[in-house]
């Protein structure tokens, strides 16, 4: 039953592709001693060690490269859980606790300005990281900008595309669903056809998904004024989106088992679930859970919803933070900048399984731009390269990210068991929202 | 009577070392909760980015708790738990006792290991184990259930909380049962010689001999149970990510890690913990002068 976590695995996923590689190593790096008392930096010729905590599977073989190629700047990479199973936990120990905190470490993007309120991640900007800009993709950069800083190396994403049974599709005369509309039309087909068969579950645990539904719609939850926090999950948009699922739920159209569970797995391997909207790093999940269906999937765009321009969402993504305390941040951040654009380092990271790459046009030649048998040949990553092209860049976090997803899958549940809505969930997790913020001893408001 | 100096010594010598453990690991971490759930955080500077100060906040932590109606909401869920929980548990536990210490008892010894078995499986591995058997699609109970035609849902909103009674009544009757057949063993021979003599059958031994005299084996393996129950936390912990009835807040425990652990507010989780436990200190010494006055009244 460790599966029932493991698909935190995925959210984790890494680097990028772009040939220039940032290093050049060491001590001679950019004008940046004005790091503050904490950070004398080292001196030309002196061995150094940074610790680095990450769980993305992997990340072992790309330290090992770096180590080889960088015998002056040591990394020791400790593997840690999986931030939402404890390793955040214990970050936020070792930074409150001021000592025992590591130089680099895993953040996911909805969690850095939790980490931000806790004065846990240290300004790249001083040590040169705009330099390295260009090499990532605008979207994911800005995950890791607040104000005029930038808090983290970009790693990986979840460019979402709709995962789908092929073989039944084609038994059952229906065309990958085009719109939510088509979606919703084919569902009922399905039930029509097979009545042990549903199109997809409907995770009321897992609010992350919904959160990328939201954001596809055009939602932004959360965002910035000035000096105040702003949060808007209840929107026009987000309704739009639970009540289209209300709906699905309520006539039965799909399931509402959770995700990543076994009974779930099950469905994917008997033909129960014959779709799932997901990101990129879900074709591990599949080829992992259900090994007996290869062959019978493909991978077709996200639906969209009807009048607007093309557009897909993402679903996890990670960083590689330099933390408060770190004694070479200017190591610490070339090591940051090369894990997610060295090729090399890419590669062996694709291997391990962890996501799509935030490095610039990373696809194309990387060990993720081929076809794939589990897939019946298709090359599903051009999907998900159009896919990444298509996503809001504005979508930002707040402090209490973790928190809300809490709130929203608290009401979902509630709706499952009979009590109240999706929508009315919705409603409810904003208030609680702004509470949390305020709670924190931040200005708040909602748009 | 007087106390010489050496002995007055060699007593402090014996009484160190669990002084020493019990102020490190007991009264300190409460000490260190209780002063924890009188703080709070205080930011300043755009978005609260600029800085913090810890500051004292008085009773706040408390009020915050206490009108959270999902806390709330778990502590009935506990307590209510506990009002089926232990008359199970101590019943079933007793049962098991008298079952193994009936004359005409055979394998006791196999039984006994086999009853106790399950408490030497940690909690976890009890709630991942029991998980397999309540899934749906893996598990066989329900695939049994559905060829009969019952379509169970062990883990949906209004089964749940038994599941996991089932699971708690699994991993801890054992352990009770072992108390109290350690006190039944401790009951005098002759005490059943003369009830035999005084003709008194099976039935009559149970309620007029032994039962009287396990009494102070009851009421410890109720208190255990009353503080085992409100601290719920393992079970629902690793059936959350199966169930969809299984909110982050679902026991008081699992309301103050989450408070700890996801949302950062160690104020808020201290204070939770300090109500949690002071609802186990009312609820155990409760019971028990409850059951000490009854002793008096006789």
Known sequence: MTSWRSHRLGRAAVLGTVATLALVGCGLGSGAKDSGPAAAGRTPGEKIELTFWSWVPGVDKAVDLWNSEHPDVKVKLEKIPAGGAGGYAKMHSALQAGTGAPDLAQVEYQEIPGFLLEDGLVDLTKYGVDDDKSKFVEWQWQQASYGDGVYAVPQASGPMGMFYRQDLFAKWGI??????????????????????????????????????????????????????????????????????????????????????????????????????????????????????????????????????????????????????????????????????????????????????????????????DRPYEFFGGQKTNDVFAAADKAIDKQWGWIPTTAAAYEHLNDGFRKAIAGQGTFVQAVTAAQAKTVADLEAKGLKVRTS | MTVSRTERRAAAGFLLPFVVLFGAFFVLPIGYAIYRSLLTTKRSGPLGLGGSRTVFAGAANYVAALTDEAFVDSVVRVLGFALIQVPLMIGLATTMALLLDAASARGVRFFRSSYFLPYGVPGVIASVLWGFLYAPGVSPIIDLLDAVGIHANFLGSSTVLFSIANIVTWEFAGYNMLVVVAQLKAIDQDLYEAAEIDGANAYQVIRSVKLPLIRPALVLTTVFTIIGTLQLFAEPLVLRPISTAINTSYTPNLAAYTQAFVNNNYSLAAAQSVILAAAACVLSFGFLHLVGRKETDR
């Open chain 1, 175 to 368: 065309a990958p669903p085009k719109t939510w509309t088509d979606f919703r039309k084919a569902a009922s087909t399905i039930r029509a056809k097979d009545p042990n068969a549903y199109i997809a579950t409907f995770p009321p645990g897992n609010s992350a998904w919904f959160t990328s539904l939201a954001w596809q719609a055009g939602a932004k939850w959360f965002g910035v004024d000035g000096d105040t926090w702003v949060v808007d999950i209840d929107s026009a948009e987000t309704r739009k989106v639970a009540a289209y699922w209300d709906a699905m739920v309520k006539d039965k159209l799909v399931k509402t088992e959770p995700d990543f569970a076994n009974a779930w797995y099950k469905d994917l391997q008997t033909g129960h679930i014959v779709a799932w909207p997901s990101a990129q790093w879900g074709d591990a999940i599949l080829s992992g859970n259900a090994p007996n269906t290869a062959g019978k999937w493909r991978v077709a765009p996200m639906p969209q919803w009807e009048g607007s321009a093309f557009t897909s969402a993402n679903w996890g993504g990670s960083s590689t933070a330099v933390l408060k305390g770190a004694k070479y941040p200017q190591e610490a951040k070339d090591f940051a900048v090369w894990l997610n654009t060295d090729p090399k380092s890419i590669d062996l990271l694709i291997k391990g399984g962890y996501g799509w790459p935030a490095a610039q046009d990373a696809l194309q030649g990387s060990a993720l």
